[in-house]
């Protein structure tokens, strides 16, 4: 069998706008640890985080991955 280089699947699953549990879940950034950065500015209202209707902060799953990976 021929090694292949990995090619990225478009058919990856994008996870868009999530709750901070799943953010601590698979990024490993606590709650705590994304307010703190929200509040001092280090992440953008509408690029990587919102509120939804109800008042909770929710989180752009790939716009963080950017921000981690110093895309931005």
Same mark, same amino acid.
Do not use: C, Y
């Given at each position: ?5 990995? *090619? ?13 549990? %799943? ?5 490993? !950034? ?11 500015? *280090? ?13 909770? %902060? ?5 716009? !963080? ?8």
């Amino acid at each position: 069998m021929k090694n292949t280089p990995f *090619k990225a699947d478009s058919r990856l699953i994008q996870l868009g706008w999530v709750h901070p549990r %799943v953010i601590e879940a698979l990024k490993g !950034l606590t709650s705590d640890q994304l307010s703190t950065r929200r509040k001092s500015g *280090k992440f953008v209202e509408g690029k990587h985080w919102m509120k939804d209707p109800m008042g909770t %902060v929710m989180w752009n799953f790939e716009n !963080l991955d950017a921000w981690i990976e110093g895309v931005e």
